[in-house]
């Protein structure tokens, strides 16, 4: 028995640098006895293909809401409910502005309106903007209703920079959703 044994989690791949991360993350998560399935957006494709994503999880990953196979049975609808978990890692500045402000105009902000699991989401931006009041805002925002914020950390940024937005590291959030699951 491991920590997040029965539990299935929807991995949502936004687009930021730590990216590449997200497929430790997958890995990490059925390590800890989870299932899991990927839905990406449009430019989470720049960073990392779907296809890493698809033999990690061992499952077919979502990369658009226009997939009319899919879409033939409201795939949407029905990979919303099967999560127990929705994880959002990286979350872009981009990604936290639009589920705060309750978009649901592409695959993964469709999914985290349409799903009745907590979510989780894992901050990933350059130092500012991270500091920037309206992202400040909008963590706030889905903080006050009820979604957890994982991180970030401080340190060393891909931009060159220091400072706090860095995305925490996979085994972290592991342990934030074993903590929240328990
Ligand atoms: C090389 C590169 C790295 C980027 N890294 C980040 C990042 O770490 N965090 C972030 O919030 N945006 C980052 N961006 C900007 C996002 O890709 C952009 O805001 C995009 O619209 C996010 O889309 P999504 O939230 O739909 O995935 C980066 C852009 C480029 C070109």
Partial sequence: MTALSGHRILLCVTGGIAAYKAAD????LRDAGAEVRVAMTENAQHFVG???FQA???????TSLWDEQAEAAMGHIELARWAS??????????????LAHGFA???VTTLCLATEAPIAVAPAMNRVMWANAATQAN??????????IIGPDAG???CGEIG????????AIVRALSGAAA
């Fill in 25 to 28: 993350l997958v890995r990490r």
């Fill in 50 to 52: 779907a296809t890493t």
């Fill in 56 to 62: 990690l999880s061992g499952q077919p990953v979502r």
């Fill in 85 to 98: 978990a929705v994880v959002v890692a990286p979350a872009t500045a981009n990604t936290i502005a639009r």
């Fill in 105 to 107: 105009d592409d695959l």
């Fill in 139 to 148: 963590v706030a925002t889905l903080r006050d209703r009820g979604v957890l």
């Fill in 156 to 158: 060393d940024q891909a």
């Fill in 164 to 171: 706090e937005g860095r995305m925490v590291e996979p085994m």
